[in-house]
């Protein structure tokens, strides 16, 4: 029987043995779920703190729980190691490793590197590949396919290759990783008919086939984009709506009545996460291989970047406006995760607050029902509870993560000065003075 119908034949009946390499916030639901389908995984990780930690069933990501990895782990189906050598076990295998950016915006290939030498020196010759990290378009061809065959394998022979990017948004319960319709593209046509197998198997639900992966690799890339340019738009019109005395919220709400050609998005004091403000420099950094700018990107992404440092100076002139100097003011940070819902720091605007408002000589604090602590070098903070007795003390309370465990009511009734960058308090009646990005 050829290689491609004897894979085809063990995912089909969930005999195929599959791995996950990189078990974050994408690759640790991707092994818990492949489990769940039925199927024997190896997930693989580097960070050995963290192969320890789902050993023992504990879980560091929000969308899985202890008892969902716990029970996983206790039926044998799932497996974590730092031991690269297992990939020899393995029958088809998902890279789920980080792809960031270095300080002049470029990127950084060496994890996805790493995988896929590693996939070449121990993963048998006849499985699949399937890559599931964002990255630019071209990168399963250009990288990825020519490591692999430097084994001597030709890919569409024994070995296979696609890419299938991952669509994960942590926190959010509505749309997790089942519910959420899988694009697909191989480098052959048997190629995206494995992967596109193995995901049905896994998700319950069809994939939607593309030729080739650039156009998966592409397809990706837009949707963070998309929303990467969009609030950009919002943010710029923002600052203009606060000098035109206007509520950009309540602008945006009777935009929304609009049922065709509007779609709502929201301004907020910066963007955050792995993905919104990493992504979308992988597209301009290609694009300058073919002698093209993508101005609008790159315009969209300064105007997010420059929120942080726009908050803080509304923060200087609120602060102004109650006769008080930002040097030696108390600041409490409501927030400090970029998004609501998940302990997530990974390009937190907070963080460039805080550098702001260390600069400016402000005592500042943080409140996050999520994020105990905050490291910045050898310094830490922690989390300082929401009390009655304390919010008074402070001489400016700001709103930066919009979680949902937080008592709102509390900070309206009790902060003497509230600044809120995510519009969470316009169904409340404040207290104290109160301000709106």
Known sequence: MPAYEQLLDKIDKHQAVLGVIGLGYVGLPLAVTKAQAGYRVIGFDVDTDKVASLRQGRSYISDVSSEELGEQRGNGRLEVTSDFSRLAEVDAVSICVPTPIDGHKQPVMDYLLAASESIRMHMKQQGLVILSSTTYPGTTEEVVKPILEQSGERIGERLFLAYSPERIDPGNRSYQIKGIPRVVGGMTPQCTELAAKLYERVLREKLFQVDGPAVAEMAKIVENTFRLVNIGLMNELAVLCHRMNLDIWKVIEAASTKPYGFLPFYPGPGIGGHCIPVDPYYLTWKAKEYHYTTALIEKAAAIN?????????????????????????????????????????????????????????????????????????????????????????????????????????LLADQASALFDTRNCMDHRISKGHYYKL
């Open 305 to 409: 970047e420059s929120m942080p440092e726009y908050v803080v100076f509304r923060m200087t002139m609120i602060l102004n406006e109650l006769g008080k100097p930002m040097k030696g003011s108390k600041v409490l940070l409501v927030g400090a995760a970029y998004k609501k819902n998940v302990s997530d720091l990974r390009e937190s605007p907070v963080l460039e607050i805080i550098q702001w408002l260390d600069q400016y000589g402000v005592e500042w604090q943080f409140h996050d029902p999520h994020v105990t602590q905050i490291r910045r070098g050898n310094e830490v903070k922690n989390s300082v509870p929401l009390q009655e007795k304390s919010l008074s003390h402070y001489d400016l309370v700001v709103i930066t993560t919009d979680h949902d465990q937080l008592d709102y009511d």
